[in-house]
């Protein structure tokens, strides 16, 4: 989207407006519900702006406030007991709606199988969920993710391990279950 390797570098309210759209579905995919995932995307969004002169003389501006947002997810402790009600609305842009075209083949979460997995995703530890958004919804490899979460390659190799281990147990978990239940009313 933007780099300053370009002739003009953006000033931040053409920056801001033009990244909103996927700065808040990479904050909602962290989040994990769509309050939160406003509140997210403002936090960063003030975060660059203090820090526009760093951000836009960068070589990548959205590899820069990629970093803010995932940094500013992962160092929120906000308590679950002090969450008054779960919020649970649909992911935003993911599956296919009546009278979808072609066009969303290509995004990054819009099929039925990430669909499946997403409740899965979201209790996933904070961190666990940082590198299952980037790697496998926003499609980063993993030298990216590691500058984005200031680790080595490895950690993330490592954390995303743990992750997909937990999410293939919580499956056939859920798989046997529905078995079970199926089985119970057969009998």
């Known amino acids: 989207m933007f780099s300053a390797t370009g002739t003009h570098a953006p000033s931040f309210e053409e920056y801001a407006a033009a990244s909103w759209p996927t700065l808040y579905r990479s904050a ?11 509140d997210l995307a ?35 402790k906000r308590p679950k007991g002090r969450r008054l009600e779960l919020l ?20 990054p979460g819009a099929s039925d199988e990430r669909m499946a997995l997403w409740p899965h995703v979201r209790r996933l530890p904070p961190q666990q969920r940082a590198v299952i958004v980037l790697r496998y919804f926003e499609e980063l490899s993993e030298s990216e993710i590691a500058e984005t979460l200031g680790c080595s390659r490895g950690n993330v190799k490592s954390t995303a391990h743990r992750a997909l281990k937990s999410l293939r147990a919580t499956l056939e978990a859920s798989d046997e279950q529905t078995r079970a239940e199926l089985d119970g009313k057969e009998g």
Do not use: C
């Not at 760093?54 to 940094?71: E, F, H, K, P, W």
């Not at 649970?88 to 995004?107: F, K, N, Q, S």
């Open 42 to 76: 403002q936090q960063t969004l003030i975060k660059a702006h203090g820090a526009w002169g760093r951000v836009s003389a960068s070589d990548s501006m959205n590899a820069y406030v990629r970093r803010i947002l995932t940094n500013t997810f992962l160092s929120s």
């Open 88 to 107: 649970t609305d649909e992911p935003p842009e993911w599956g296919r709606a009546a009278g979808a075209t072609a066009d969303t083949a290509g995004v």
């Open 28 to 38: 909602f995919l962290l989040a994990g519900n769509h309050a939160d995932a406003e």
